[in-house]
């Protein structure tokens, strides 16, 4: 029977990464296909067995499921949700909607589009450890949002910034549930991991990343906007309904999310944790789908190597901007834009996989050389 449902969650696994690229209506409705294929990913594990572990159903996963999208994560010590954050910030474009379009033209007026687009992805990704990845996200799709640029530039546009949010965020554990989790686990021998451990850690590799995407941003902003059709400034005024319908969907999204991570859970912890560390970096890549703090509250421990640490984490980090399910940022981003799973792929597999490669040259292979 384990057999059996070890190879039903590899048929989900194999589904939720194919179809939302062959169907439309997946596509265009991945909230509900990922709320779905969680539910049954979460039946089917309940036939397996792992010492000391929960498996299926039970109400403390029903109860996270409904309780995460409303307190996703810490800002300052206080509990936020991205369904408020999300409900909130839409409210208040609505009611304040000419004096932002006036501020984002007078940005517009005094800086040329290309210092915007670096700017966006590099300062968002480096403060969005100290505001939080949902903040930074919410801030980066209203600016590019109301930019006068191609719908293609804007997609390009906010998926390198979602990778540099998502880099950025995990230098503190206010960054996201991913960094706060980690530092949990880590607190005490031999690490004793406090507020500055991941930035101590971390940072060496994260900021050059931040702002190497800052020119890259740039890059394929000038390469998708030409420049040839005259566009105007325009922040876009939703009424109350479509925000509380937007609102919803993610909350339906990371309720997916949360069944999904636990449903994969008997697989990650029979054979993903076990894999060497070169290894688990590459396959660390299904963050690209699954929840990155389930899979990092299964793989760090305090037993691991510093240099395991920094491998796992960076090939969580990196790989969920892949797709949009890989990460907060991009399920907000997506939502509030409309890009598709086909269109947020064209750019962020080919980007993740050469940031995927490069760190793990730098990661690795001076180690195998014998250089350290």
């Known amino acids: 029977m384990e057999m059996v449902a070890t190879l039903g969650l590899l048929v989900i696994f194999v589904l939720v990464l194919v179809l ?5 209506c997946i596509e265009h409705n991945l909230e509900v296909f990922l709320f779905a294929c969680g539910v049954t990913a979460l039946t ?3 036939f397996m067995t792992i010492p000391g572990e929960q498996t299926g159903w039970s109400l403390k996963i029903v109860t996270e499921a409904l309780i995460s999208p409303l307190n996703i994560a810490t800002l300052w010590g206080i509990p936020i949700g991205i369904v408020q954050i999300v409900l909130l910030v839409g409210l208040l474009i609505y009611f304040f909607y000419h004096q932002m379009q006036r501020a984002i033209i007078n940005l517009v007026d005094r800086f040329s589009l290309k210092w915007i687009v670096f700017l966006l992805i590099v300062v968002l990704g480096l403060v969005s450890s100290i ?5 930074a996200a919410i801030i980066l799709i209203e600016i590019v949002n109301a930019l006068p640029v191609v719908r293609k530039a804007k997609i390009d546009i906010v998926v ?16 996201e549930p991913l960094t706060t989790i980690v530092v949990s686990k880590l ?7 406090g507020f500055a451990f991941l930035f101590d850690n971390l940072a060496i590799y994260v900021i050059p990343a931040v702002i190497a995407l800052g020119v890259i941003g740039v890059f394929l902003f000038s390469r998708s906007h030409t420049g040839g059709t005259k566009l105007v400034c325009n922040v876009e005024r939703e009424q109350p309904r479509d925000i509380f319908i937007r609102a919803g969907k993610v909350y339906l999204f990371i309720m997916a999310l949360v069944f999904l991570g636990d449903g994969f859970k008997p697989l990650i912890l029979e054979y993903i944790i076990n894999i060497p560390p070169a290894g688990l970096y590459w396959v660390n890549i299904v963050s690209a789908v699954l929840d990155n703090a389930t899979l ?3 793989e760090i421990s305090p037993a691991l190597s510093l240099t395991q640490i920094t491998s796992a984490l960076l090939g969580l980090l990196i790989a969920g901007g892949m797709l949009i399910p890989g990460n907060i940022p ?3 981003a997506a939502c509030k834009l409309g890009i598709t799973s086909r269109e947020w792929a064209q750019v962020g597999l080919p980007l993740g996989m050469v940031l ?10 001076p180690a195998w050389l014998g250089f350290v």
């Open 20 to 24: 939302p690229f062959r169907v439309k």
């Open 187 to 193: 607190s005490g021998a031999p690490y004793h991991a």
């Open 44 to 46: 089917i594990s309940g």
């Open 131 to 135: 505001i939080s990845a949902i903040l």
């Open 330 to 332: 991009n399920i907000i």
């Open 356 to 365: 995927m490669a490069v760190f793990f040259v730098i990661l690795f292979v």
């Open 160 to 175: 390198v910034s979602c990778f540099s949010i998502g880099l950025g965020a995990g230098l503190t554990p206010l960054g």
């Open 296 to 298: 990092a509250a299964a």
